[in-house]
């Protein structure tokens, strides 16, 4: 029995005292946090303090050096790499600040390519794609390539490719970065929307007190540790 077998069952994701150096730095230092359904964690901090360390880590896209990752109870961060990627595929959607559609294919095609990649059949993906746009309103702008679209645009699609599929956890790494603050209000309003609509807990680092004062709960670093970790004043 892992030592996460005591957890609560609404916890999703859970990291037990993590610690990574990368390079000479120690970007994580015995950090603990566990993230529950349906809620949205603002991981805020100044630069360098190992933020987007630590969602890299709890997405299964780094593995700490010590200390473990468990997704409902299940160790993720001692799988091998294959396993990981399918984990991340089927259970994780990401939204980052630079958006990474591929710019050859269609936002329908961008948003159904997890589900595609996780082995979900053509018809079901195209129909879960548009659903999901829909969502977001931009189902009439399926057949456009990004680089016909707009950059708010750009993000709500990144929004329902992360989405689509129903992740347990979306990771997000400063999503509204590169949008004016109010451009920005909208756009996680809309990422916790599609979160919320069904469950999924979100993890956001920003560095953006305005969108952290959006989370249900702020978790603040220093120097790769954890300084404070506690709810939110909500707006
Ligand atoms: N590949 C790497 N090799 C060496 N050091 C790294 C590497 N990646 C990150 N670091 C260092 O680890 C620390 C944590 O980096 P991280 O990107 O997690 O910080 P952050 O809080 O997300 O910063 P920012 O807000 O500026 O994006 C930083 O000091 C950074 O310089």
Redesign the pocket.
Known sequence: MSSHGEIHDDVVLAAAEVSLR????Q?LDQVSVAVRKGECVAVV??????????LHVLAGLLRPDSGSVAMKGRRIDNSSDAERSRLRLRHFGFVFQFGDLVPELSLWENVALPLRLAGTGYQEARNAAYLALEGLDIADLGERRPGQVSGGQLQRAAIARATAHRPVVVFAD?PTGALDSKAGALVLERLLDAAASYHAAVVL?T?DPAIAAAATRVVQ?RD?GLVADGNAVVA
């Not at 990368?22 to 730095?25: D, F, H, P, R, S």
């Not at 901090?45 to 630590?54: A, I």
């Open positions: 990368l390079g000479a730095t970007a901090g100044p630069s360098g303090c190992g933020k987007s360390t630590l400063e680092v560095h670093m790769g």
